[in-house]
């Protein structure tokens, strides 16, 4: 996935731990198999070449992930969409050669005509997806959350009932520490604020997920304008508003992932009322002249209480 991984667990005597880490890679392995559009023949990439109007059995893991990526679509009104496939790779953030300029107004109105998670149409039973034509489906902003949890899982399976699951900074905790304390994870900051121990936000991950969507981790700088890589798939463009990041806490970290990004397109107003509207615990960081100023939703200041 273009990123590290890492997991701290409270190992058993008996415990292999070369076993465990193989265990884990062959679940990481099996994600990218499936969903990664950097790999040609992964199933996500299969489906995307596909020729339109097909129907394609997918397997349970990435169907269950379509299936959580076009709610998130459906709830944030697009968004979030998981067809921005194109709009990714035109910007230069997807397997796409990077970029120097931005595109032109012309290519990125074509790239907007061949996304749109409406027309994707899905076969619950079957666990089946049409292609309608020209549909590239992006699970970058899902899919590293999806892979958090799968290792947790696979972790709780193998009788590990405490450890910190981390894939690029998403995160899933279980259990406490060998000394008994919870899995306390200081909240990602942008560049320029303070990270000092006394302002830092600090959450114990007990059965709990948090995923940080952020506006200074990948962009293109040109004639002096940064373009943030959060494309807004309802006008084709990068995100820009003074949103510098969101922050999600949720039990699954598939969905901390897929709801931050969301919510960082939504922008600091609209992410607000689509948070408080759907009981998401988020925190907005939003730059002013100076510094930046913090937003919690009431779910998440909830946590804190």
């Known amino acids: ?27 990481l392995d099996g ?6 559009n950097w790999e040609a023949d992964s199933d996500l990439s299969r489906f995307n070449r ?7 059995t997918l397997p349970d893991d990435c169907f269950a992930v379509l299936q959580c990526a076009l709610q998130v679509a459906r709830d944030s009104g697009g968004a979030y969409d998981p067809s921005a496939g194109p709009l990714v790779d035109l910007w230069g953030f997807g397997p796409a050669p990077k970029r120097s300029a931005p ?5 990125v109105q074509a790239a907007r005509g061949r996304c749109g998670w409406g027309r994707i149409e899905v076969d619950g039973a079957g666990k089946r997806a049409l292609q309608p034509g020209g549909v590239s489906l992006d699970f970058c902003a899902i899919a590293k959350g999806f892979a958090v949890d799968a290792v947790a899982r696979y972790l709780c399976k193998q009788g590990l009932d405490h450890h910190l699951t981390e894939i690029g900074g998403e995160l899933r ?14 909240l990602e900051t942008p560049p320029g604020l303070a990270s000092d121990a006394e302002g830092q936000t600090l959450i114990a991950l007990h059965g709990l997920s948090v995923a940080t969507s952020g506006d200074y981790r990948r962009y293109l700088d040109s004639d002096g304008q940064r373009y943030a890589h959060t494309i807004d798939p309802r ?28 919510l960082t397109v939504l922008g600091p107003e609209a992410g607000m009322v689509h948070a408080r509207r759907h009981g998401i615990a988020a925190r907005f960081l939003v730059r002013t002249p100076d510094s930046f100023e913090e937003h919690l939703s009431p779910a998440f200041a909830a946590m804190l209480a």
Request: aromatic share 6%; charged share 10%; net charge negative.
């Open 1 to 27: 996935m273009g990123t590290t991984w890492s997991v701290e667990a409270l190992l058993l005597p008996a415990v292999d731990a070369d076993g465990i880490a193989t265990g884990i890679q062959a679940v």
């Open 103 to 107: 595109p032109s107004p012309d290519a």
């Open 31 to 36: 994600v990218v198999a499936q969903m990664s």
């Open 50 to 56: 596909a020729a339109p109007g097909s129907w394609h």
């Open 235 to 262: 006008s084709g463009y990068p995100a820009s508003h003074a949103l510098a990041s969101v922050t999600v806490l949720h039990a699954r970290c598939m969905l901390a992932d897929a709801l931050s990004t969301a």
């Open 173 to 186: 905790g279980h259990g406490v520490k060998p000394d008994g304390m919870p899995w306390w994870v200081a």
